[in-house]
């Protein structure tokens, strides 16, 4: 019997690292031919993960520029998806969340007539623009793809009421509980020296990323100066900020943040990194997708820096507040949690709504039960099972 061909598109951190466990048990599985194709809209942060996951790239299509816009993004992830895809000819396209590479990666694939998969699929505000452009690439995803990878029962439950077919939606759990249970480790030693000179017995560490494009501006500069009156306040704690690459980001958060003697900017970290240091962190106020999934695996408290989010699951479980980006309301509910050790340790407990690290497993499955070579779906993920 031939091998089922699947190509993987990947543009950006997020993805990358959500889609890191699942090609490996593509590559894994005897039935599959894997082919990662990059659109490499992001290419620092891209290639940070990937070196690290041992990703090895079948095409780099190299599209970023500086303060690239949405057009730049679609139109050359268009261009170059379809010449890639008119020489590999995939049975299935697989693509991963929101990003502007994951609806260009749909519609590539569509105007060859290729079925797509769609993994996180159903997640949503409800709200045109927030996250923007999010949102959108989401719906415009699900109206493509013909297999729905639904993290949780709340996604299904959003696409039922969207009216997809029943039979197409998978719940599986993110794969990014797959992946942080390869690189969280008990003994881990941070390799950057920065890092290794944090008192992190003296202190307690707030660990922020912050980068939406509807943060960016005003709202990200109410952040900055939230973070500075919480550290006035709280001469015990320490702040620990990654910077996205994003000039928009850095321009304001380094001007801001800089001369502060207990803030601490890095680059942005690779993965393992990261999440053994969100292990360590009293507190991580975040506007990132990825994190708010993470931190609940981790019983570490997170307040969204956001007005909405699409994953609920972490609010519903107690283990993550919505914060909002108005400087008060940040400082209010931050201070609200580093002042009152009750309210800290009611959230601060480890659950997981997200994933089992059984996702990329049950992906794997539904494309070989799609395909026809497995008798039955994988079992859906359920919390607390
Ligand atoms: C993108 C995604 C967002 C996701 C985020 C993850 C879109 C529209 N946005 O946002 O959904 O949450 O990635 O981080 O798809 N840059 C570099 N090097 C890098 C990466 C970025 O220099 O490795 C700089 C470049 O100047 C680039 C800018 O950051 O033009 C913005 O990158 P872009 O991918 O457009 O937007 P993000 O904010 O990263
Ligand atoms: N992350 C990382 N290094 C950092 C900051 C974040 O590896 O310095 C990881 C984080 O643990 C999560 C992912 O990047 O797995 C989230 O990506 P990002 O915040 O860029 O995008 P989003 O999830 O908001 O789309």
Known sequence: MSSIKVMSIVGTRPEAI??????????????IKSVLCLTAQHREMLDQVLSLFKLDPDYDLDIMKEAQSLTHITVRALEGLDKVLQKEKPDLVLVQGDTTTTMAGSLAAFYQKIAVGHIEAGLRTGERYAPFPEEINRRLNSVIAQLHFAP??????????????????????????DALQTTIQPKFSFSDPLLQKVD????RILLVEAHRRENLGEPMESIALALRDLLETFPDTFLVFPVHKNPQVRKVVFRLLQDHPRVLLLEPLDPFSFHNLMARAHLILTDSGGIQEEAPSLGRPVLVLRRVTERPEALEAGTALLAGTK????????GGLLGDETAYQAMAHATNPYGDGQASRRICQAILYHFGRRPSPPEPFEPGK
């Open 200 to 203: 992190f017995s003296r202190y």
């Open 18 to 31: 959500k889609m890191a466990p699942l090609i490996r048990i593509l590559q894994e599985t005897g039935e």
């Open 327 to 334: 400087r008060e309301e940040i400082v209010a509910l931050a």
């Open 152 to 177: 949780t029962d709340l996604a299904r439950e959003n696409l039922l009421r969207e009216g997809f077919d029943p039979n197409t939606i998978f719940v599986t759990g993110n794969t990014v509980i």
